[in-house]
């Protein structure tokens, strides 16, 4: 460092108006960090996490009839679960109902968002083609978008890679009064690492644990987690790849890599049969969706989604006091 630029160089006299809060040039500087200044802010930080200093009730997770139950703590086979079930329902009553739901849905989030307490994340996860995109374009079809995001993972970026793998995943949780949609999701680091071995086998293994405790903080805080499994059949895949190929109005979404992937099938069940049975608690169970039938998959997911909510009860805030008896100048 020059002496120009030294610290104290002689010749250089401070500022009669320049105080510890700025630089040698008088731009100011960020406060300094204090117990007193986070003792003054105690109301605002008080009123901002409600969860932590009242508790936050857990909410059940209410899987609509159809919808496969992951039992927390349990080995999970996802082969037994038939990828074609429809649950006895009829297409064409599935799809009227499906529009009540999303009414029901888009009521209860404007409470949601009103109230600006608690918030719900939606975790979907499935094999290529699985129907993610489909599920999400459906189900939160006529939410408002103030209070909805989405977020799809896809190759983590140098950054991302620079932090724990978690890093990426929290920054994009909703926060109060919003729903958030993960579009693939945190569980991408048990499952693609896992059959393509990009990282040792005990990273991944080691993984479980912390993304149980990262979905417990995500509960206690005052998020509740629905996560998806959207379960489709190998026959199914092929379908809707050839379906991409054949359509041009589909073949933008076609990816080649799909086909190297299909050849890792057995690979990838078995890694979504292990993070279903090691990741389902009862703070976060997992829910496996038949999902062969797209007109099944978003009914019940959409009905679960509304039924979590109703049981979430979100409030809208009570108005200021003489409110009602204001009138309007001319």
Not at 82 to 107: F, H, P, Q, S, Y
Not at 134 to 148: D, K, M
Not at 198 to 208: C, E, F, K
């Amino acid at each position: 460092m020059s002496k120009k630029h030294g610290k104290h160089h002689r010749g250089h006299k401070r500022p009669d108006d320049m105080t510890g809060e700025a630089d040698l040039h008088g731009s100011p500087r960020p406060p300094r960090p204090s117990t007193a200044r986070w003792a003054g802010s105690a109301d605002t930080i008080a009123g901002t996490v409600p969860a932590a200093l009242d508790g936050h009730r857990q909410i059940p997770i209410l899987a609509a009839p159809g919808i496969v139950t992951v039992e927390p703590g349990a080995a999970f086979d996802l082969s037994a679960v038939e990828a074609d079930a429809d649950g006895g329902l009829d297409k064409a009553w599935a799809k009227e109902a499906l529009a009540g739901e999303r009414a029901r849905i888009v009521a209860l989030q404007e409470r949601l968002y009103a109230e600006r307490a608690r918030s719900l994340l939606l975790v979907l996860q499935a094999i290529d083609t699985g129907g993610k995109d489909g599920t999400i374009r459906s189900v939160l079809q006529g939410v408002n978008p103030q209070g909805c995001t989405v977020a799809s993972f896809k190759v983590p970026s140098s950054e991302e890679l620079d932090h724990d793998f978690l890093w990426r995943y929290h920054a994009r949780v909703p926060g109060r009064g919003m729903i958030g949609v993960f579009n693939r999701s945190h569980y991408e680091d048990v499952l693609v690492v896992r059959v393509k071995g990009l990282v040792p086998d005990a990273v991944w293994q080691s993984r479980y644990g912390r993304i149980n405790d990262f979905e417990r903080l995500l509960t206690e805080s005052g998020t509740t987690v629905i996560k998806f499994f959207l379960h489709i059949s190998r026959a199914e895949q092929k379908k809707r790849l050839e379906a991409r190929i054949a359509d041009p109005e589909k073949r933008w979404k076609f990816d080649p890599a799909d086909l190297v992937e299909r050849k890792s099938w057995d690979a990838y069940q078995q890694a979504f049969a292990d993070a279903l049975g090691r990741c389902s608690t009862p703070h976060a169970p997992w829910l496996v969706v038949p999902a062969n039938h797209k007109w099944f998959r978003n009914y019940v997911i959409a009905r679960t989604v509304a039924d979590t909510l109703e049981a979430m009860d979100p409030r809208f805030p009570e108005a200021s006091k003489g409110i009602a008896d204001l009138t309007v100048p001319d």
